[in-house]
């Protein structure tokens, strides 16, 4: 098992809007990673990763090119 703590937090979206990824814990090959988020107000979750959607940095030049599930709170 690993954990990595971001030293700057990373902007995702999950299925309850937007947050940021302070740390991922990873199992092992077999067992998916989990993002640990805080949403606003304060909230912290955790989630898998199929659940997350990490935004591109749009000095890269692609803009913020995620594509949101339907079904997530905007």
Not at 10 to 23: F, K, M, R, S, Y
């Amino acid at each position: 098992m690993m954990i990595h703590e971001f030293k700057t937090p990373l902007a995702v979206h999950t299925p309850h809007g937007e947050g940021q990824a302070i740390l991922l814990i990873d199992y092992n090959l077999t067992t998916n990673s989990v993002w640990v988020v805080r949403l606003r107000g304060g909230k912290v979750l955790h989630y898998f990763s199929e659940d997350i959607r990490l935004y591109d940095n749009p000095m890269n030049g692609n803009g913020f090119d995620i594509e949101i599930p339907c079904e997530w709170k905007p």
